[in-house]
């Protein structure tokens, strides 16, 4: 995967802080040779000097069953939406997030709320991480709210 100079991660530990922060990311695996992806709320911790990333699928995600026999790629990414927020922000221009947007954005925040909410009903999952997602989804909302 090419990735700019200006993104990339030397330091070990920075790359594991970036996880940790920002731990709700994207897997990726193929299916019939076409590729297939789900975003899910990781876990990442590290032991003897090894890294170990978990997650939970669903029982009927499909992607659940391809990740067995294959290797996984995960993305761990900024949200973007604070990045353009704090981008437009700086220059005074905010035309680009009309009323329209920021009404489906928020929609998709509470999408993924009500769905993280279920997920902490299962049985496995680390309440923590939920209650964090949970937290920069509300952050976001605001900020959303207040422009």
């Known amino acids: 995967m090419y990735i700019p100079n200006s993104f990339n991660f030397d330091d070990r530990k920075e790359i594991i802080s970036f996880m940790r922060r920002y731990s709700f990311a994207t897997i990726?695996?193929?299916?019939?040779?076409?590729?297939?992806?789900?975003?899910?709320?990781?876990?990442?911790?590290?032991?003897?000097?090894?890294?170990?990333?978990?997650s939970h699928f669903a029982k009927s995600n499909e992607q659940s069953v391809c990740i067995e026999?294959?290797?996984?790629?995960?993305?761990?990414?900024e949200p973007p939406m604070f990045l353009h927020l704090e981008e437009n922000e700086k220059a005074e221009d905010d035309e680009w997030m009309n009323d329209e947007i920021r009404q489906v954005?928020?929609?998709?925040?509470?999408?993924?709320?009500?769905?993280?909410?279920?997920?902490?009903?299962?049985?496995?999952?680390?309440?923590?991480?939920?209650r964090k997602q949970l937290y920069l989804l509300d952050l976001q909302e605001e900020r959303l709210k207040l422009g």
Do not use: C, H, W
């Open 69 to 77: 026999d294959q290797m996984s790629l995960i993305i761990f990414t």
């Open 28 to 54: 990726i695996n193929t299916k019939n040779e076409l590729p297939i992806a789900t975003q899910l709320p990781f876990s990442v911790a590290e032991l003897d000097g090894k890294l170990f990333i978990t």
């Open 105 to 130: 954005y928020i929609e998709s925040l509470e999408a993924q709320r009500i769905y993280l909410s279920k997920l902490n009903e299962e049985p496995n999952i680390d309440e923590d991480l939920i």
